[in-house]
């Protein structure tokens, strides 16, 4: 059994807290949700988080489909609707994800990987789990609790099909898993 602890920082000192898990027979790549750590002293907060959570314009899914831009008026390329994602999320996922695939292509051998989080950390493990099947890794399962919605419409049809083993556990009065992008 191994943990390996993967924080990498980015932006202005925000960070991406991710585990990788192991046992005999499978590999669990594990997210962090969103921190607000109460200073005991002054009763203030550090909200390194909040900007991740808060930078909700929707990107177009990086790597599908380029989009040709002619004064200010943007169109896919490839002439279908683009999968957007929330753009605090991705980048969060995006810059943990080489030492997260490092990781799971150095210990997932004859072992099965799994990704989990909890709110934030929910949203990063879908879009890690994402990628890691865009990358070739076959993706047991993901268990996602009170994870807010990662994208659009097209992007949860796409995700749906990339990784259909996904389990999104969310409370009926939790605002957050309801919170969609605009």
Do not use: K
């Not at 210990?107 to 989080?117: A, I, K, P, Q, Y």
């Not at 419409?153 to 605009?182: C, K, Q, S």
């Amino acid at each position: 059994s191994r943990v390996v602890n993967i924080t990498p920082t980015f932006g202005l000192g925000h960070s991406t807290q991710a585990y990788v898990f192991t046992t005999e027979d499978a590999l669990i790549v594990s997210f962090e949700g969103t921190q607000t750590d109460l200073n005991p002293l002054d009763g203030s907060f550090d909200n390194a988080d909040i900007p991740t959570d808060a930078s909700i314009q929707l990107l177009d899914l990086p790597g599908l489909c380029p989009r040709r831009c002619l004064f200010g008026f943007c169109q896919p390329v490839c002439g279908v609707d683009v999968p957007e994602v929330h753009e605090g999320f991705w980048t969060a996922a995006d810059v943990a994800f080489p030492e997260v695939l490092a990781h799971v292509d150095a210990l997932s051998e004859g072992r099965r990987v799994w990704v989990t989080g909890h709110s934030l950390g929910g949203a990063l493990a879908m879009l890690t789990a994402f990628r890691l099947e865009r990358e070739g890794v076959d993706v047991q399962g993901v268990q996602a609790f009170g994870a807010p919605l990662v994208g659009d419409m097209a992007f949860g049809g796409y995700y749906d099909a990339t990784v259909p083993n996904t389990h999104r556990w969310v409370i009926e009065d939790d605002v957050i898993p309801g919170a969609l992008p605009p």
